[in-house]
């Protein structure tokens, strides 16, 4: 059992550093951060946490520090090691402050970049906690930066609020993802409190064997009698730390909120206890960003995004249009494919950047996991970077081991095609010989054998009546030997009359012999019928036949950027602007509607306001013609002392889409400088966000001052530690994420207006 410290920043306002960076403190004030670290050794800690969460380049180049990276984080290591000589130090990586692209303007490369130069500085560390995340693509570039540069263990720690993360991620997910990774130690930290993380931890128990870390912050603090109490009290968190190594947990500790006394109040509670060992099955797993798959027999993989013999879809591809992709991402899910194959190879064509926005695209559209079929190692590179959970590479053969270092970097499984330098193998023999040679290959590079699925490789009956007897054979014998299985089902007919028929039968007989992935058209019933499977994440296509206006709102739905123009320029010769305007609005209810029942998740609804931005910056000059005026202004700001504003700019995105006039006061804000501004911009309302439960209570300043200067305004207030009995306490509205901010704040207009017309 090992216990961590508690909280760096509550420590440091309590000194009265409540603005600036805290990480700059390693380099001007090193005995201060010191002092801390000690006193959490002295009340009992195991593990010291450096001070170097916000380090890297991209966080420090808010305070002119980004020249300072490698001196902040080789201090904070130092610094941590002389306070507690006889603890391990663990450096602390966090969130860069934005989204990668495309659910932000961050690149994977740029991410990457900078958490591979911060981890370079922390490799004095024991080991190194990339800790706080809620985004599993930043995840993914944080795990394959550090990995790169540091040889010692890694924990990954995300951030989960009712079993999912704010960009949907569910438990079963982030352990898939970063498993494949290599993550040694998985975690959860900050989240909803310890009672809110007990089913986080009781999850990752079941689904890893790895240790557990767990790290709640100390709940909801409130101002009473000028102290700041928080909602679970030292004697109160340590009792839920026994809860958790009870439930596998081998690393407890304390998130935001929490001192030398939840420290001390953790160590009493688990002290002589020891980790349940936890010995779990391994599984064939891979995964999107919503949804994880187990490779078991016999699951579809949908063939049809493929341009072979499609000159259409050849065209399309060469003009940039994803139409055709978005459009069978659609069909194969609700028809029943588990998994998705994408193939975009087309002499001539710029396959990097062709590859990547198809994968963005289909991501964008279905929940489904990816198999990315590609020849060219360079878009097999960029694929790997774009996708969000753990993929399938199809396919590695004998003349490409080369792709085998990519799939171990990006934790990929791989298809194995029996296949060499010599040809096409025709006997059972060969194919055994060749796949094994592949595979050992595989595993001496570190490629766990639960991801490598084999492809024995499906030749036609047309040339040789026996094929069919040699491959079901193979499928057979590898697995026997315990790997997974795939086949191409329909190139057993090529050549011949009645393939639907002779691929059915075909398709059943390597069911019974225990095929597992099966490339194949999922509209075909013959192949499908008696498969079942639901997507939580289902689209119908865009019926290009329907009127224009159900196109629009399907549009809308599907966050369709392609063809969204070109709709609204078809709607305006039959509607006018507002109906059009009403049309949007209808749509965006509805990709709300499918929010709150978790049908979708950020990445969807960030995808149906940037379509409809694009609609509406066209709609807007019409608007603008027929005397249409904004639906509100609404003014922004993260409160003082907190620098977090992903959470703000997606209302913030949504509330523009929406036809909301919005004024953005940045981060840190003062309450002095948020009243000034009240008064000269004259908002509707308020909005305001916090992150940390140390910045929080700035919330309620903030509303005192407004309502001292007399001024009425409704404010709204949000952030992952905010919550509605927080917001009551302060008399301010709340919502618990973005779409329930859209519409509270459409409610707070309309009865305002209201309400003025009722007065004059």
Not at 378 to 404: C, Q, Y
Not at 634 to 644: R, W
Not at 702 to 715: A, C, H, N, S, Y
């Amino acid at each position: 059992m090992l216990v961590l410290d508690g909280a760096m920043g509550t420590e440091l306002q309590k000194r009265g550093h409540a603005n600036g960076c805290f990480e700059g403190l390693n380099m001007s004030d090193p005995e201060l951060i010191k002092s801390i670290h000690r006193s959490y050794a002295q009340a009992g800690a195991d593990v010291i946490e450096t001070n170097t969460f916000g380090a890297s380049a991209l966080k420090l180049w808010d305070y002119d520090l980004r020249h300072k990276v490698k001196e902040i984080n080789e201090a904070g290591v130092r610094i941590a090691r002389e306070a507690a000589p006889n603890c391990f130090i663990a450096g602390v990586i966090g969130p860069l402050g934005d989204l990668i692209h495309p659910l932000g303007q961050l690149t994977f490369d740029k991410a990457y970049e900078a958490f591979k130069e911060q981890a370079s500085s922390l490799k004095d560390a024991d080991f190194i906690v990339i800790q706080t995340f809620f985004d599993i693509k930043e995840l993914r570039a944080a795990l394959i930066a550090v990995k790169e540069v540091f040889s010692g263990p890694i924990v990954t720690s995300m951030t989960f609020s009712q079993g999912r993360t704010t960009t949907g991620t569910d438990v079963e997910t982030y352990v898939t993802v970063a498993e494949s990774l290599g993550a040694n130690v998985i975690g959860t930290n900050c989240s909803d409190g310890p009672e809110g993380m007990y089913k986080t931890i009781m999850k990752l128990a079941k689904f890893s064997s790895k240790p557990i870390w767990a790290e709640p912050n100390a709940g909801i603090p409130k101002i009473i009698d000028g102290k700041t109490i928080w909602s679970y009290p030292p004697k109160r968190f340590g009792e839920y730390a026994k809860k958790f190594v009870r439930l596998g947990s081998s690393i407890v500790g304390g998130c935001c909120g929490t001192d030398t006394s939840f420290v001390n109040a953790t160590v009493h509670a688990v002290r002589g206890m020891k980790p349940l060992a936890r010995h779990l099955k391994k599984q064939t797993k891979v995964s999107s960003r919503t949804r994880t798959i187990t490779i078991k027999p016999t699951l579809i993989v949908g063939e049809r995004i493929n341009p072979t013999n499609k000159k259409e879809f050849q065209q399309e591809l060469k003009s940039g249009k994803m139409d055709y992709v978005r459009m069978q991402a659609q069909e194969q899910t609700s028809q029943g494919a588990h998994l998705l194959d994408i193939n975009v190879g087309v002499p001539a064509l710029d396959e990097i950047n062709t590859l990547t926005k198809a994968l963005e695209t289909v991501q964008g559209t279905t929940d489904l996991p990816l198999v990315i079929d590609t020849s060219d190692k360079k878009a097999l590179e960029s694929a790997l970077r774009t996708t969000n959970g753990k993929p399938i590479i199809n396919s590695v053969n004998g003349k490409t081991l080369d792709i085998l270092p990519l799939a171990k970097k990006y934790g990929a499984a791989i298809i194995v095609l029996c296949l060499d330098e010599r040809g096409i193998p025709k006997t059972k023999e060969q194919r055994i010989n060749i796949g094994m040679k592949i595979i050992n290959s595989a595993i001496d590079i570190g490629i766990p054998k639960e991801d490598i699925i084999v492809d024995p490789l499906v030749l036609t009956l047309a040339t040789n009546p026996e094929n069919e007897k040699i491959i079901l054979e193979s499928v057979k014998e590898f697995k026997a030997k315990g790997y997974k299985t795939i086949l191409g089902i329909s190139n057993i007919s090529h050549g011949l009359p009645n393939r639907a028929s002779i691929n059915a039968q075909f398709f059943q007989k390597a069911s019974t012999s225990g095929l597992d992935l099966a490339i194949i058209n999922p509209d075909d019933t013959k192949f499908v019928g008696n498969i079942e499977i639901k997507s939580e994440f289902e689209q119908k296509e865009l019926d290009k036949n329907a009127p224009v206006e159900k196109q629009l709102y399907q549009s809308i739905i599907q966050g369709n950027k392609d063809s969204i123009l070109e709709i609204i320029n078809d709607c305006l010769t039959t509607m006018s602007a507002l109906q059009v305007n009403n049309i949007m609005v209808d749509a965006l209810s509805e990709v709300g509607r499918r929010f709150n029942c978790k049908e979708y998740f950020l990445p969807q609804v960030l995808a149906s306001a940037e379509a409809t931005k694009i609609a509406f910056s066209r709609l807007k000059k019409e608007l603008i013609k027929a005397g249409g005026e904004s639906r509100g202004k609404i003014m922004f700001a993260t409160v003082e002392n907190d620098v977090h504003d992903i959470g703000k700019n997606i209302v913030i995105a949504l509330l523009e889409s929406n036809n909301y006039q919005v004024i953005d006061l940045g981060t840190s804000v003062p309450s002095k400088k948020i009243v000034e501004e009240v008064v000269k911009g004259k908002p509707d309302i308020i909005a305001l966000s916090a992150l940390m439960t140390t910045t929080v209570i700035e919330m309620e300043k903030v509303i005192k001052e407004l309502r001292q200067k007399g001024i009425d305004v409704p404010v709204i207030v949000g952030g992952a530690v905010v919550d509605k009995d927080y917001a009551g306490q302060i008399k301010a509205e709340y919502s618990k994420d973005a779409l329930s901010a859209v519409k509270k704040i459409n409610d707070i207009i309309q009865w305002s207006r209201q309400k003025k017309s009722l007065t004059s």
